[in-house]
């Protein structure tokens, strides 16, 4: 469960792992990768001692070896293209969503604890648990004090895990984890719910009340953690976070987007109902309408408690799955496939949409195939200058049209 804090991500856990993109940052001259590794830890050493972690925790260091496959496994990152309805139908699974009911009862009245402590609803929290270790099943088998050693001594982004490294250090000094129980992601992400070690040291709390706080054995640690960790990022008490709805068949698609709010009411007022064709609440509350298929496709309104999701991971599809998951632990109907048929682009295809888009001067960003934030922003705007509905969403249509 890693939450981006301004630079950019690790990998998003080990679901992830395999397409979450990675935007590689300036190489830093800072000393990483210089000398050889032992005496590279002597100063790591030093510089932990010197912040007060005390001999005892800084004996984790003590012969490690610099590890090339954690380094192979960072650089072999893939990207992400499938479009939500596949993505959604693998990732909530049948079984993902009888595991996690059952999971919801097994630990009802943890829940109940933590919703009341917290604000944050058992759902919302046992969808990560599912998403990152499917509740906590797959922890991963690195050991984490030898791949964050690896990865800060590295010259991609020591700045990022050098830090990490730290705090891995302090969470053994301050009695949570012995060097030996830390065993997890390869990338340094811990426990049920995939801890950064920073998050760790800042966020986790003990909920069993054994003194310590252990998010690997402990699920009400873990789990009321997360919990901290989404209070921490804003989650607001007694709001929704992602609703399924119905659209009309004609609406302003350009107010389509996460980063466009409207009041309920006035999405109620353009046609919008609830997804079994009920009228919406008409409220105040802001909402985004997200159509991560475009306007045919399934629909969703997106609460201010879903930047939670957006500060999690940049890949839409990938945010909306969660909330979507977390939606149906809440009781919500599979999602609806929408009003009409959906051609998603291929990889090949939305590629030459981008140096297309990029040919007329459109920033998109890198030509990856990934339809992100600026990919979409500048599919809006041919949409407007064509005159075909404007809802972000890149179709063979509007390929024809600009290969023209
Ligand atoms: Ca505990």
Redesign the pocket.
């Known amino acids: 469960m890693m939450f981006k804090t301004g630079k950019t991500g690790i990998t998003g856990g080990l679901v992830l792992a395999a397409f979450f993109t990675i935007t590689t940052g300036p190489v830093m001259a800072a000393s990483c990768g210089t000398g050889n590794f032992a005496s590279w830890l002597n100063g790591v050493k030093r510089e932990a001692a010197a912040s007060g972690i005390s001999r005892r925790a800084l004996s984790a260091l003590n012969g490690l070896k610099y590890d090339p496959e954690i380094i192979r496994r960072d650089r072999r990152q893939g990207v992400f293209a499938q479009s939500f309805l596949k993505f959604a139908g693998r990732m909530v699974s049948k079984n993902r969503l009888t595991v996690g009911r059952r999971k919801l009862k097994q630990y009802a009245r943890t829940f109940a604890r933590i919703k009341k402590h917290y604000g944050v609803p058992a759902p919302v929290i046992a969808a990560f648990w599912g998403l990152e270790t499917d509740f906590g099943a797959f922890m991963g088998n690195s050991r984490t004090i030898s791949s964050l050693a690896t990865l800060a001594y590295d010259c991609r982004r020591p700045e990022l895990f050098r830090p990490q490294l730290i705090d891995a250090l302090r969470i053994i000094d301050h009695g949570d984890l012995r060097a030996s129980d830390m065993i997890g992601a390869w990338a340094g992400e811990l426990g049920q719910l995939q801890f950064l070690p920073s998050d760790y040291m800042e966020s986790a709390v ?9 998010l690997i054995r ?1 699920a009400p ?1 873990a789990l009321a953690s997360a919990a901290a960790l989404m209070v921490r990022h804003g989650w607001k008490r007694g709001q929704p976070w992602l609703e399924e709805v119905r659209l009309p068949r004609q609406m302003p698609w350009d107010q389509a987007g996460i980063d466009i709010r409207h009041p309920r009411a006035q999405w109620a007022k353009w046609g919008v109902r609830k997804a079994n064709g009920r009228p919406l609440r008409a409220d105040r509350l802001p909402a985004s309408l997200v159509l991560p298929m475009g306007r045919l496709g399934p629909a969703f309104l997106a609460y201010p408690n879903f930047s939670i999701y957006l500060k999690w991971n940049e890949s839409l599809v990938y945010t909306t799955t969660a909330a979507y998951f977390a939606t149906r632990l809440a009781g919500a109907s599979r999602v609806h496939s929408g009003n009409g048929k959906v051609t998603p682009l291929s990889g090949a295809q939305t590629k030459q949409l981008q140096r297309l888009l990029k040919r007329r001067g459109f920033d998109v960003g890198k030509v990856d195939g990934i339809i992100g934030a600026k990919t979409r922003a500048a599919v809006k705007a041919m949409q407007i200058k064509y005159r075909m509905p404007a809802d972000s969403y890149p179709t063979p249509a509007l390929l024809t049209k600009l290969r023209r």
């Open positions: 003990d909920f069993d009340g054994d003194g310590r706080r252990d402990s640690d």
